[in-house]
């Protein structure tokens, strides 16, 4: 089975009881956007950003996710929104398609170094000039149940801080200079760490990301 065939498995076996927990701070994302901006929310799971979004008067909001179980849930749960399912490739949108990108929780689904910086240039296509992007995820742990977990996989994946989780999946937890150096592409306008909460309720890093596309004004 290919890594997004059993990454999309695990999702779908999850979808009925995840709890995602990645703060959207709605203050900061008001700062950037307007109601009417056309947002996608890449990898949106079973929907919670959509309603949020919905909730905080957002119209233009689009849910994208591999896992049909999820996108089914989100559509269930947010039946006003546009929410599909697709395979893992290019995104089914035209270049230019979206003022802002979330990207929350989504690059620990997708682990590996050449993976990732294709998701970031997808979202550099599907962004408008000056577009957005807001990335939520989880840094590099220090406490003794993920170092432990670092040191046993390391060797097996060659990047540390990616491990296997119950359920058959590989998820990833990032260095800063890593995340730095993906995000390169875009210019940094904020950039703030907190203490996050995993979805399975252990204490975790976060990290919050908001980028620019080339072509915004100043």
Avoid at 13 to 27: K, N
Avoid at 50 to 78: C, E, H, P, W, Y
Avoid at 149 to 167: H, Q, W
Wanted: glycine fraction near 8%.
């Amino acid at each position: 089975m290919s890594d997004l065939a059993h990454q999309s498995a695990y999702w779908d076996a999850a979808a009925g009881t995840a709890r995602f927990t990645q703060p959207l701070d709605v203050t900061r994302l008001r700062r950037f956007l307007h109601s009417t901006s056309r947002v996608l929310d890449y990898g949106c799971g079973y929907g919670r950003l959509l309603k949020t979004l919905a909730d905080n008067g957002f119209v233009g909001v689009t849910g994208l996710d591999i896992s049909r179980a999820m996108a089914r849930r989100a559509k269930d749960s947010n039946p006003e929104a546009s929410v599909t399912v697709y395979d893992g490739g290019s995104a089914p949108y035209r270049d230019h398609s979206f003022d802002a990108v979330l990207l929350f929780a989504v690059l620990t689904c997708v682990p590996r170094d050449d993976d990732q910086r294709s998701l970031l240039a997808e979202v550099r296509r599907l962004l408008v000039p000056g577009g957005f992007v807001f990335v939520n995820d989880f840094l590099l742990h220090s406490d003794a149940r993920n170092r432990e977990r670092y040191d046993l996989y390391e060797k097996r994946f060659g990047t540390r801080g990616i491990f296997a989780i119950p359920g058959d999946a590989v998820v990833r937890h990032h260095s800063r200079d890593w995340i730095r150096k993906l995000v390169e592409p875009f210019e940094t306008l904020a950039w703030s760490e907190f203490e996050a909460t995993t979805m399975n309720g252990n204490a975790a890093s976060g990290f919050r990301f908001v980028g620019r596309s080339s072509g915004g004004e100043e």
